[in-house]
Nanobody
Framework: QVQLVESGGGLVQAGDSLRLSCAAS????????MAWFRQAPGQNREFVAS????????SYTDSVKGRFAITRDNAKNTVYLQKNNLRPDGTAVYYC????????????WGQGTQVTVSS
């Protein structure tokens, strides 16, 4: 099982930028598709973005397209989420997740990092 630790959350103002990081350990990082999810207060957890094992295939939920960018550094076992032009509806706990490339479900989850966007 891969272990994931998120960092980089905080309190920001609308329009600001923020970069989240997720450090992985315990398994071969390049064997995993990595993703970010978020859960706003009173809401279900939702998909934000994912990136393939080689870093060449990214997917985003419509609400963040053009503002967020997911990247990964396999040498550092880390995945990032660059968030630009933040909006108050982006206030949520952001979770990092790992899916083995041979699986259809995410097997590892981090503890989450809180992002609060004030208007």
């Amino acid at each position: 099982q891969v272990q994931l630790v998120e960092s980089g959350g905080g309190l920001v103002q609308a329009g600001d930028s923020l970069r989240l990081s997720c450090a992985a350990s315990g398994r071969t990082f390049s064997n995993y598709v990595m993703a970010w999810f978020r859960q706003a207060p009173g809401q279900n957890r939702e998909f934000v973005a994912s990136i393939g094992w080689s870093g060449n295939s990214m997917s985003y939920t419509d609400s963040v397209k053009g503002r967020f960018a997911i990247t990964r550094d396999n040498a550092k076992n880390t995945v990032y989420l660059q968030k630009n032009n933040l909006r108050p509806d982006g206030t949520a706990v952001y979770y990092c997740a790992a899916r083995p490339i041979t699986s259809r479900s995410y097997k590892g989850w981090g503890q989450g990092t809180q992002v609060t966007v004030s208007s």
